[in-house]
């Protein structure tokens, strides 16, 4: 028999060894697998890298924020299908295509908040018994869904705006996507989802104020139909014809009445608020500052109003700028002039929006209520002046150093503080969340910031503004696009001049320095 300690063979301990080496290396192989599959589904251990031209494969910062701050994982039902005509087939594609890598990238970025099905309209079993359980009738469409609420976004409407073409036969004209909104769109859909509550905002009448429904360029249509968009459900008080502020009022906005609120009104506006009310001014157009007026009331709340309107230089044909105009009381305003750290205005400054204002005036800062806090959100740009009426209270929209003040203006500010306990408690009222309840004021120094005509530019700022002084901090932010972005600012600033003189006197020296080169190379 050979000794296998002595001619090198394996003995039993050393394959025991051996084989508690491998069990080992397989243990940390599966632990190591397991390991790298966790990492996987967390966030953070997560790195990914847009490297598309247009952004395709991240999303907007806003609509991250949305989905990170949802509770609950929200169902994404889709429901696409070809289009029905060769006419809008291309288009149709395109948006459905656009759709659905939106949709994707959302649920590869945050999978624990999103469950996706797109379901394929070919199986009609399947799809319309979800469609039932989602009471929907159409297709073409991407429906969210948690819990009870529902929230539809239709492709032809909501996701996507198209030009339709022409079906003459004569003139032939396929259907385009003119604007795809889809992100827009989705994250409107998961504030609504997410969102149960539905805030009473009562607009006050009767004392000629902007129309809440009406569709002239005073009037607040615009600003109505956006507010239902977000869950709002709007009303009006008549003042003394309604008594007091509804007890189920959450806010409470005075657009630019043109007659001053009675001493009743005056007590039931100022009983409101104290109780801990949410209160939106746009000051009245005319310059008095009488009992009643939209400007003593935000005073009580350390806004003063300054006499005469803020006025910005305008550029004329030739790049110029120029005074005497009415339109010097028509301006923007950068994200420069904007603040950066509160909630309403944040969110502005990150994505370098403008706002518009006409017929503003200035707010002096006059101190905040007792335990309170007052913020300047909005101030006008440095070039700017506070053009004075004259004895007959007409202006002239040119500045006067002699009497004129320049520099910047406050346009916006905003009003915070504690609600007193009532006669006979000892501890003030509390809201949802169980703390002190707060006041909440914002006023604004122009009466068509809110209006049809200048809505489009100030949209975000007037949401941002209602939702928080309703408490709804989570639907605080921007839309996807800029409805004013532009390159180049052709109303104020060295833009319109640069281009007009490049134009002027740069193209024709270029062209003259080519054609004098041209003509030194041909003489050779």
């Not at 319309?128 to 009870?148: N, P």
């Not at 009406?214 to 008549?238: A, C, K, M, N, P």
Request: aromatic share 10%.
């Amino acid at each position: 028999m050979v000794d296998e300690s002595k001619t090198g063979g394996t003995g039993k301990w050393t394959r025991f060894g051996f084989g508690l080496q491998v069990l080992a290396a397989l243990a940390l192989a599966i632990g190591a697998c397991l390991l790298v599959v966790h990492l996987s589904e967390w966030r953070r251990a997560r790195w990914r890298a847009d490297f598309t031209a247009s952004g395709t494969n991240t999303l907007d910062p806003q609509t991250m924020a949305i989905l990170e701050g949802l509770h609950e994982r929200v169902k994404v039902d889709i429901f696409f299908r070809a289009a029905s005509t060769d006419h809008m087939r291309v288009a149709t594609d395109q948006a459905q295509t656009r759709m659905n890598e939106l949709l994707f990238v959302a649920k590869n970025l945050l999978p624990e908040k999103l469950e996706l099905e797109a379901h394929n309209l070919l199986d009609l079993a399947a799809a319309e018994k979800r469609m039932q359980e989602l009471s929907l009738k159409e297709v073409q469409t991407v429906v969210l869904s948690l819990g009870d609420r529902r929230e539809v976004m239709r492709l032809y409407s909501d996701i996507a705006e198209f030009d339709y073409g022409s079906e003459n036969p004569r003139s032939p004209r396929p259907a385009t996507m003119h604007k795809f909104r889809g992100e827009e769109a989705f994250a409107e859909a998961l504030k609504k989802v997410s969102s149960g509550d539905s805030p009473r905002i009562y607009f006050s009448a009767g004392h000629g104020e902007a129309n809440p429904t009406g569709s002239e360029g005073r009037d607040l249509g615009l600003l109505t139909t956006e507010l239902e968009r977000q869950g709002f459900v709007v009303g009006t008080w008549e003042g003394e014809a309604d008594g007091p502020v509804p007890a189920d009022c959450d806010l409470l906005a005075i657009i630019g009445p043109e007659q001053p609120f009675s001493d009743r009104e005056r007590e039931y506006l100022e009983t409101w608020v104290d109780a801990g009310g949410r209160l939106f001014g746009a000051t009245e157009t005319r310059f008095g500052e009488e009992p009643g007026s939209v400007a003593s009331m935000l005073r009580r709340y350390g806004m003063l109003l300054k006499r005469g309107l803020v006025c910005m230089p305008v550029l004329d044909y030739l790049g110029n700028q120029t005074e005497g105009l009415v339109e010097c009381t028509d301006f923007r305003v950068n994200e420069r002039h904007m603040n950066a750290t509160h909630e309403v205005t944040e969110s502005l400054v990150e994505r370098h929006r403008k706002l518009r204002f006409a017929y503003a005036r200035a707010f002096d800062y006059g101190g905040p209520p007792e335990g309170g806090l007052l913020l300047e959100l909005v101030s006008s740009p440095a070039e700017s002046w506070l053009d004075l009426p004259d004895s007959n209270f007409d202006l002239d929209f040119v500045l006067d150093n002699n009497r004129e003040a320049t520099g910047r203006f406050r346009l916006a500010m905003l009003s915070t503080f504690p609600v007193q306990p009532l006669p006979g408690e000892t501890a003030a009222p509390l809201d949802a969340d169980g703390l002190a309840r707060e006041a909440r004021v914002i006023g604004v120094s122009s009466p068509f910031f809110l209006a049809n005509s200048t809505f489009t530019t100030n949209r975000d700022f007037i949401l941002n503004a209602f939702n928080w002084l309703a408490e709804r901090d989570f639907r605080v932010g921007v839309a996807s696009r800029d409805p004013e972005r532009s390159l180049i600012d052709l109303k104020q600033g060295n833009d319109f001049a640069l281009l007009f003189h490049s134009s002027l006197w740069g193209l024709p020296a270029i062209f003259g320095l080519l054609g004098f080169a041209t003509f030194l190379r041909r003489r050779r």
